[in-house]
T-cell receptor, first 115, second 116 residues
Framework: AQTVTQSQPEMSVQEAETVTLSCTYD???????LFWYKQPPSRQMILVIR??????QNATENRFSVNFQKAAKSFSLKISDSQLGDTAMYFC????????????FGAGTRLTVKP | GAVVSQHPSWVICKSGTSVKIECRSL??????MFWYRQFPKQSLMLMAT?????????EQGVEKDKFLINHASLTLSTLTVTSAHPEDSSFYIC????????????FGPGTRLTVT
């Protein structure tokens, strides 16, 4: 079974500081993709960042970066210079081309950025 | 970017009735769409994969006869919750990949179903 684990149900961070959300996954596939999605109160899923498993270089999108450790099956998200608008649920997700690219999600981490 | 819409955004129905939720790809054709269910403060759980022109593939534990999926065109998939009960109340989200070989999904805004 392919699983995604987020071990931090809730986290908080002071505005302008840095926070790291953890995610581990389990798969026997060699070709797969990893994502972090943000779900604000509107509940619209917003892609934050993605990482192709075959790429060794960690993905970066402005204030968001990942630490992808393939051997350890770890995919953490670092948010730098946290902003109040970053307050949301964050889901780690995994998809496999071999299975129609269906997406599996972790349980989520509720992040609160405090002023 | 690609846009996926859902209709309605919120629906209230009485126990025992059926309700249909539509998922549309607005600026691209989607041969595959996915349906997810999200309970309050929980994650998205994949319910089924909707395939244009063929039967949907359901995840283990999802009742096929209760959650009817039809993907009759390249831009529309529908989820019908039949004989709805209060425990079917949830947030339903659809998604679609931009192309048949794309790994990136575009998500609809979701539909909140309340069964009274």
């Amino acid at each position: 079974a392919q699983t995604v684990t987020q071990s931090q149900p809730e986290m908080s961070v002071q505005e302008a500081e840095t926070v790291t959300l953890s995610c581990t996954y389990d798969t026997s596939e060699s070709n797969y993709y990893l994502f972090w999605y943000k779900q604000p109160p509107s509940r619209q899923m917003i892609l934050v960042i993605r990482q192709e498993a075959y790429k060794q270089q960690n993905a970066t999108e402005n204030r968001f970066s990942v630490n992808f450790q393939k051997a350890a099956k770890s995919f953490s998200l670092k948010i730098s210079d946290s902003q109040l608008g970053d307050t949301a649920m964050y889901f780690c997700a995994f998809t496999r081309p071999a299975n129609n690219n269906d997406m599996r999600f972790g349980a989520g981490t509720r992040l609160t950025v405090k002023p | 970017g690609a846009v996926v819409s859902q209709h309605p955004s919120w629906v209230i129905c009485k126990s025992g009735t059926s309700v249909k939720i539509e998922c549309r790809s607005l600026d691209f054709q989607a041969t595959t769409m996915f349906w997810y269910r999200q309970f309050p403060k929980q994650s998205l759980m994949l319910m089924a994969t909707s395939n244009e022109g063929s039967k949907a593939t359901y995840e283990q534990g999802v009742e096929k006869d209760k959650f009817l999926i039809n993907h009759a065109s390249l831009t529309l998939s529908t989820l019908t919750v039949t004989s709805a009960h209060p425990e079917d109340s949830s947030f339903y989200i659809c998604s679609a990949p931009r192309t048949a070989f794309s790994y990136e999904q575009y998500f609809g805004p979701g539909t909140r179903l309340t069964v009274t």
